[in-house]
């Protein structure tokens, strides 16, 4: 297997967590093997809505949990608070998560200069990550996963922020065919758009004899 040098710094605000290990575990199921089959170098940077520790249970009460760094199998994932506003909605997100993780990312940067930065999510995560990758002159791959094009461009306040994310990225990924069909309806190019399926992980999920499985 070929090492290389790439470093990468993946962006998604759905990521496994030590409070939530399940939470977009397929993200890092990708990144994870991506990492390996390369040989590359990868941080996470997974922005948590800011909310503040408080004595009674409320339903953000796991965010305030989170802790600020963490290592889970072998990743080194980092999340920064972003401040999600009441009544101004989703049209705030991606500004709210470029400005809180900005300083982070520079500073990772200059301490190890990355090599390309992979956004999940086309809207904020994607749009956040463009404006990073345009200070720091990194080249940006955006991957669409569903509801960020099959629901948000229906938003008119989100729209031209997708539209915007996805002509000023380098590449996008789409998880199916129908995803990048939409895209390429909205005047992106299809040289641009890749289709990636999720994969299966093949040592977890096998066939077996049915009387075996009920069994189990």
């Not at 710094?9 to 939470?23: A, C, D, Q």
């Not at 090599?115 to 002159?137: C, E, R, S, T």
């Not at 008119?156 to 539209?163: D, E, G």
Request: charged letters at 25%; glycine letters at 4%; a positive charge.
């Amino acid at each position: 297997m070929l090492k290389t040098d790439l470093r990468v710094l993946t962006y998604t605000n759905l990521f496994p967590n030590h409070i939530k290990p399940n939470s977009g575990i397929f993200i890092k199921h990708r990144m994870k093997t991506f990492m390996n089959e390369a040989q590359a170098e990868l941080d996470v940077v997974a922005p948590v809505p800011y909310f503040p520790k408080l004595p009674w249970r409320t339903r953000w009460a796991d965010a305030s949990r989170i802790r600020r760094t963490e290592v889970l199998d072998g990743l080194r994932i980092y999340h920064p608070r972003y401040l999600v506003i009441p009544k101004l909605g989703m049209r705030t997100h991606g500004s709210a998560m470029y400005w809180a993780t900005r300083r982070l990312v520079c500073r990772l940067h200059r301490e190890r200069r990355y090599d390309l930065i992979d956004a999940h999510w086309i809207y904020p995560d994607g749009w956040a990550a463009v404006n990073l990758a345009k200070v720091l002159d990194l080249p940006v791959v955006l991957s669409a996963r569903g509801n960020d094009i099959n629901e948000y461009i229906d938003l008119p306040a989100i729209r031209p922020l997708i539209v915007w994310s996805l002509q000023q990225c380098d590449h996008i990924i789409s998880v199916c065919q129908a995803l990048k069909d939409m895209m390429v309806s909205l005047g992106i190019a299809e040289s641009k758009v890749s289709v990636v399926g999720n994969g299966v992980d093949v040592d977890t999920f096998y066939p077996i004899p049915k009387a075996e499985a009920r069994n189990r």
